[in-house]
Nanobody, 115 residues
Framework: QVQLVESGGGLVQAGGSLRLSCAAS????????MGWYRQAPGKQRELVAS???????NYANSVKGRFTASRDNAKNTVYLQMNSLKPEDTAVYYC?????????WGQGTQVTVSS
């Protein structure tokens, strides 16, 4: 079973940037769409970005223009570049396939944006 390991989170001031990584322990088929999800305290997990094997992306309206998803199929790694961060972006960020969760969830990476 492929394991997903997210990293790159941290504490940043509003307006700052972070780059998240999601590394898979095994091969992720390029036919799978990979998604970045986040879960804030007391809220449901939500999809914020997705990237196809060919690099096409989609974003939630709340992050459009600020976040950029990408992937390196050779490295089985997915990235999320987050710019112009806002306090409302504070959450634990996860990756998994979309629309169906094919893998067990990783531990996520905490992103905290201070105002």
């Amino acid at each position: 079973q492929v394991q997903l390991v997210e990293s790159g989170g941290g504490l940043v001031q509003a307006g700052g940037s972070l780059r998240l990584s999601c590394a898979a322990s095994g091969s992720i088929s390029s036919i799978y769409v990979m998604g970045w999800y986040r879960q804030a305290p007391g809220k449901q997990r939500e999809l914020v970005a997705s990237v196809t094997g060919g690099g096409s992306t989609n974003y939630a309206n709340s992050v459009k223009g600020r976040f950029t998803a990408s992937r390196d199929n050779a490295k089985n790694t997915v990235y999320l570049q987050m710019n112009s961060l806002k306090p409302e972006d504070t959450a634990v960020y996860y990756c998994n396939t979309w629309p169906y969760y094919r893998y067990n969830w990783g531990q996520g990476t905490q992103v905290t944006v201070s105002s």
